[in-house]
């Protein structure tokens, strides 16, 4: 049951009073904002300075977010790698103590995503010192160049309105701003792409060329399987005048080549084959996750040691799917629309149904089938995730900035009103907040708090859920300040404490409540007796010696 209290009513009340002040200084309000809508310049740094503003004003409320899922680990892993100027590690000889989640350890130590994301967070790293500032600094450009998108579609009054709305949803308050997944980096390829394309069919611009090929260079690099159907996508736009339009095709693909070269590069230095991905060798070495199948986990049998019960882990938790059916593509189809609310704020539901009255003009026709084409061509991957659909993030504030222009005046006011009356309620409500305590951030102070260089085993209960997964390092691991590592018995781990005798050993169950970081000490452990002979066959020499 929802129950409202007191910082509820000041929040509504400040919404209303939002409300209240835009209808009432609307003669002097629109005026300006139709004179600001036409100083592009100016719109595009005004909408990528807010959604920083508005994220930093939120630090003493909402630190800067610690990576938690093994997909932020694995793309900064790509950014650590990169600053030390290479696209590959070297392997450790003791790699099988630091085994994880989508990180290659052999032939070349790495993580199996592609760069794009990893080059945003060493970008931050290397100005700021910080790879949240990434983040911050693509969400930026994302909201800035979706006001740059929509001029080449719609009104500048439109365009204005709809990097508002990109600030509203993918701002401050929106998950990709408070992670390291990524989106708002395929987010920015696609408004190049997108904005390129009326623009290039309108003036045929060796520049505008130019900017579809970085477009479609960065998403190469972030998100290479749906770029198949982002390049669809382009070929239906520009077909039927492709011979006036040559020469801005020809630049858009001379820019996108580099992008092509440098993934080749990367499957070479990290898998030893220009064509082979690290996700693919990744899946030949562990197979498919289990949660890519929708299949649980079972449990290892206890009698294994450490050791092996991870290699039973990792064995059966990556599983090949079955056969793909029509019944279970559906069935996929259908539980993934739910998702696509991320891209719309709720005010606007009640209009999209509106956009459909501009399928008379082809352009429209052609972002309908665009955005079929993704959903039809993203539904054949077993896994999902909004960030999948980034590249299409500006195609959906066009189809909202479209239907509100298909309304009247008054009701397409009316919306926008509760659009920017549902952001300050929420946004108001994050001052309220009390953040649940992070606990890696909680293990990670312990361990700064304590002198030298420090070597962490992990040990998980039998009850562990797979994917809470901890052990994840550094590119350098040696020179790390902190090494984790699987606890895989004390016999094995003598070994990398002979490695490391300098380092501070250490004992983390994450699975205690809260996770329990103790100093390491050597177990001895008791060797099992032997079973007893087999009466009904002879005894063998070895068996009595």
């Known amino acids: 049951m929802f129950i409202f209290g007191p910082s509820d009513l000041l929040e509504l009340t400040l919404a209303a009073l939002l409300v209240l002040m835009a209808i009432i200084s609307r003669p002097w309000i629109v005026p300006a904002a139709r004179r600001l809508a036409r100083k592009t310049g100016w719109c595009m740094l005004l909408l990528a300075l807010l959604p ?33 100027f290479r696209l590959a590690n070297p392997p450790h000889p003791l790699h099988q103590f630091f085994e994880t989640f989508f990180v290659l350890q052999t032939p070349a130590y790495a993580s199996i995503y592609p760069i794009g994301q990893g080059l945003v967070l060493a970008i931050g790293r290397a100005i700021f010192g910080l790879p949240w500032a990434g983040v911050l600094l693509s ?136 064509t082979i991905l690290p996700y693919a060798l990744s899946r030949f070495q562990y197979g498919v996750p289990a949660a890519f199948t929708w299949q649980t986990n079972p449990q290892p049998h206890q009698d294994l ?3 092996q019960q991870f290699q039973y882990k990792m064995q059966t938790s990556f599983r090949a799917s079955g056969p793909e059916t029509i019944a279970t593509y559906l069935q996929r189809l259908e539980y993934r629309v739910r998702f696509y609310r991320f891209f719309f704020i709720p005010p606007l539901y009640v209009v999209l149904p509106f956009f459909f009255l501009k399928l008379g003009d082809f352009r429209f026709v052609w972002a309908t089938l665009t955005l079929l084409l993704f959903a039809l061509g993203v539904n054949f991957y077993p ?12 195609l959906f504030l066009l189809v909202s900035v479209t239907a509100l222009d298909r309304l009247n005046h008054d009701a397409s006011r009316l919306v926008v009103y509760l659009c920017l009356a549902h952001f300050v309620f929420f946004y108001s409500r994050s001052f309220f ?5 992070d606990r890696r951030a909680t293990v990670n102070r312990q361990l700064a708090q304590a002198p030298g260089q420090q070597l962490v085993f992990v040990r998980y209960w039998p009850q562990h859920i797979f994917q809470d997964e901890w052990v994840y390092n550094a590119a350098d691991i040696d020179h790390a300040s902190i090494v984790w590592a699987r606890d895989l018995g004390s016999s094995e781990d003598q070994k990398l404490l002979r490695y490391y ?24 452990e008791q060797p099992k007796p032997a079973p007893p002979p087999n009466k009904s066959q002879p005894l063998r020499f070895e068996q009595v010696h």
């Open 52 to 84: 920083v503003a508005l994220r930093l004003a939120l630090l003493p409320h909402h630190p800067v977010p610690s990576p938690d899922v093994y997909d932020e680990f694995g793309h900064l892993l790509v950014a650590d790698t990169l600053l030390h």
């Open 383 to 394: 896994f999902f995730e909004v960030h999948y659909l980034g590249a299409l993030t500006c």
């Open 139 to 274: 969400t930026a450009v994302l909201c800035s160049l979706c006001y740059w998108m929509l001029r080449g579609w719609t009104t500048p009054e439109w365009a204005l309105l709809g990097g508002v709305l990109a600030v509203i949803e993918f701002g401050p308050l929106s998950a990709w701003m408070d992670s390291y997944w990524g989106g708002s980096l395929a987010g920015v390829a696609g408004c190049l792409v997108f904005g390129a394309l009326p623009r290039i069919r309108a003036s045929g611009r060796l520049r505008d060329g130019a900017l579809l090929g970085l477009g479609l260079a960065l998403h190469w690099l972030t998100r290479p399987y749906e770029t198949i159907f982002l390049g669809v996508a382009v070929l239906l736009f520009l077909l039927p005048s492709w011979r006036a339009l040559a020469k801005p095709a020809a630049a858009a693909a001379i820019v996108l080549l580099p992008a092509v070269g440098l993934s080749l590069l990367q499957n070479k230095r990290i898998t030893n084959s220009w």
């Open 305 to 307: 040691t450490r050791e």
């Open 433 to 437: 907040d009390r953040p649940a305590p």
């Open 501 to 524: 005798p300098g380092r501070t050993a250490w004992l983390l169950e994450p699975d205690a409540t809260p996770p329990k970081l103790s100093p390491y000490h050597v177990e001895v």
